[in-house]
């Protein structure tokens, strides 16, 4: 079984920074997909990062170039979002997801099989 958490949400001030983390388990970590998605409240979710750990490949959304970093730990099985210079439209619940047979890497919500609970982000102006 496929675990995912999420952690390291919480309120920040505009230009501030916060770092994400997702522990996977039940999954080969390395040759995996894991993306960040948000969903601000009355909004769509969408994909904000992915890494496949395995090809040394990262996706951004424009939204988040230059500002948001995506790494992995493969000891610790840990997919971290560095976020910086955070902006209020950086709000929402941040999901973590893998896409266990990393064939796509992308924002495309449904390629992603298995989620997180999330983790929220409140970027006070």
């Known amino acids: 079984e496929v675990q995912i958490v999420e952690s390291g949400g919480g309120l920040v001030q505009a230009g501030g920074s916060l770092r994400l983390s997702c522990v996977i388990s039940g999954t080969t970590f390395a040759d995996s997909a894991i993306g960040w998605f948000r969903q601000a409240p009355g909004k769509a979710r969408e994909g904000v990062s992915a890494i496949d750990i395995g090809r040394h490949d990262t996706y951004y959304a424009d939204s988040v170039k230059g500002r948001f970093t995506i790494s992995g730990d493969r000891v610790s099985n840990t997919v971290y979002l560095q976020m910086d210079s955070l902006k209020p439209e950086d709000t929402g619940v941040y999901y973590c997801?893998?896409?266990?047979?990393?064939?796509?890497?992308?924002?495309?919500?449904?390629?992603?099989?298995?989620w997180g609970q999330g983790t929220h982000v409140t970027v006070s102006s």
């Open positions: 997801a893998v896409e266990p047979a990393a064939i796509y890497l992308g924002p495309d919500a449904r390629e992603y099989t298995y």
